[in-house]
């Protein structure tokens, strides 16, 4: 989603710079998608001046993007889970990583799933989903025993 966010600013505004991190930084405090919605516009230095762009349309579409790929993997593994286990699975549905603080993805979610017949659907996010997703990611490498790992992790010895 951030590098179709600045591919589409690029279109607009071909001489704007934006680094990796300030792309991933408006997509995580400025991003929506609906029915969340909002005005989104970005005081810049472009071509030696300040200039304030206004880039909602380009926001909404790139974070499209990002919500289309979550609801199809949100499907994806609703799909693999037990059938009598079902209801217990889509009642509590928690997203967490960096695209999960997008305005109004939770409902857009709950909302696509509801419409596949999925009623008992409620998704939710939680405080700060990028920083939970970093602790489960560490969580889960330190329970992964060493020989799983390509290269263990915990086989490197400093020389005395």
Same mark, same amino acid.
């Not at 966010?5 to 704007?16: T, V, Y």
């Not at 991190?21 to 029915?35: D, S």
């Not at 997008?102 to 920083?131: E, F, S, Y």
């Given at each position: 989603? $951030?590098?179709?966010?600045?591919? @589409? ?9 934006? %680094? $990796?991190? %300030? ?7 400025? &991003? ?20 304030? @762009? $206004?880039? %909602? ?41 960096? &695209? ?10 709950? $909302? ?5 017949? @999925? ?12 920083? @939970? ?10 329970? %992964?025993?060493?020989?799983?790992? &390509? ?10």
């Amino acid at each position: 989603m $951030d590098a179709a966010l600045g591919r @589409l600013l690029l279109q607009i505004h071909p001489d704007l710079v934006l %680094t $990796d991190w %300030t792309l991933a930084r408006i997509k995580e405090q400025l &991003g929506f998608v609906l029915p969340a919605e909002r005005k989104v516009r970005l005081k810049l230095a472009l071509n030696g001046s300040l200039r304030i @762009l $206004d880039i %909602t349309a380009v926001l909404r579409e790139a974070c499209g993007i990002l919500a289309a790929s979550a609801l199809k993997a949100v499907r994806e593994a609703l799909a693999r889970c037990p059938s009598d286990h079902m209801e217990e699975f889509i009642s509590s549905i928690i997203i967490v990583g960096g &695209g999960a603080a997008l305005q109004g993805l939770p409902r857009m979610i709950q $909302d696509g799933l509801r419409k596949d017949g @999925l009623d008992g659907a409620a998704v939710h996010t939680v405080r700060n989903p990028q920083a @939970l997703f970093a602790l489960g990611a560490l969580k889960w490498a330190l329970a %992964t025993p060493d020989e799983a790992w &390509g290269v263990p992790l915990f086989n490197y010895r400093p020389a005395a």
